[in-house]
T-cell receptor, first 115, second 115 residues
Framework: DGGITQSPKYLFRKEGQNVTLSCEQN?????MYWYRQDPGQGLRLIYY???????QKGDIAEGYSVSREKKESFPLTVTSAQKNPTAFYLC??????????????FGQGTRLTVV | AQKVTQAQTEISVVEKEDVTLDCVYE???????LFWYKQPPSGELVFLIR??????QNEISGRYSWNFQKSTSSFNFTITASQVVDSAVYFC????????????FGKGTRLHILP
């Protein structure tokens, strides 16, 4: 089945450790996005990528890093520099540029808890 | 700058009542897209509708309808004859047609449908 897969669904890490969240899509989509969701804050954009080997910072990129080496994959690393990493992280992708491909489709999310 | 405002943080209605979720947006782009997503308790965002800025026709899909008014920068969502299964968080989102390809979300409205 085509779709966006985020793994793992739940992740626990000790404070000060880096952690990488996986996002894979088999939809042949060009653009991919990472959002962070906190209670009452809605979705805030961390990073996005419009094409392989290129990505841009979103509104809250500090303490995060990404790579886009393959079209299908857009992993997010939460570094120890991120002061409040505990949150729900959502990955999304969007199809090639065109009127019919303007919306993003989301994975099931990863809930990260730092203890 | 782009911004999406969902002023209603939480709404509770009794089943079978109609309910309208408000969305107001700001953008400098002359061409843009607006979206509504539903987030059930599972966490995954489900795409509901896309509206292009050059198409102000309202849309109805079953019990759902959307009212897009460019003059007031609003894109409101109405659920008619609400059902318990409609209980979720609903997000309004905006994507401009400039080069940076961001999708900006509002903070969401949590909707409770009471039996």
């Amino acid at each position: 089945d085509g779709g966006i897969t985020q793994s793992p669904k739940y992740l626990f890490r000790k404070e000060g450790q880096n952690v990488t969240l996986s996002c894979e899509q088999n939809l042949n989509h060009d653009a991919m996005y990472w959002y962070r969701q906190d209670p009452g804050q809605g979705l805030r954009l961390i990073y996005y990528s419009q094409i392989v080997n290129d990505f841009q910072k979103g509104d809250i990129a500090e303490g995060y890093s990404v790579s886009r080496e393959k079209k299908e994959s857009f992993p997010l690393t939460v570094t120890s520099a991120q002061k409040n990493p505990t949150a729900f992280y959502l990955c999304a992708s969007r199809g090639p540029t065109g009127l019919l491909n303007t919306e993003a489709f989301f994975g099931q999310g990863t809930r990260l808890t730092v203890v | 700058a782009q911004k999406v405002t969902q002023a209603q943080t939480e709404i509770s209605v009794v089943e079978k009542e109609d309910v309208t979720l408000d969305c107001v947006y700001e953008t400098r782009d002359t061409t843009y897209y607006l979206f509504w997503y539903k987030q059930p308790p599972s966490g995954e965002l489900v795409f509901l509708i896309r509206r292009n800025s050059f198409d102000e026709q309202n849309e109805i899909s079953g019990r759902y309808s959307w009212n897009f008014q460019k003059s007031t920068s609003s894109f409101n969502f109405t659920i008619t004859a609400s059902q318990v299964v409609d209980s979720a968080v609903y997000f309004c989102a905006l994507r401009g047609m400039n080069r940076d390809d961001k999708i900006i979300f509002g903070k969401g409205t949590r909707l409770h449908i009471l039996p």
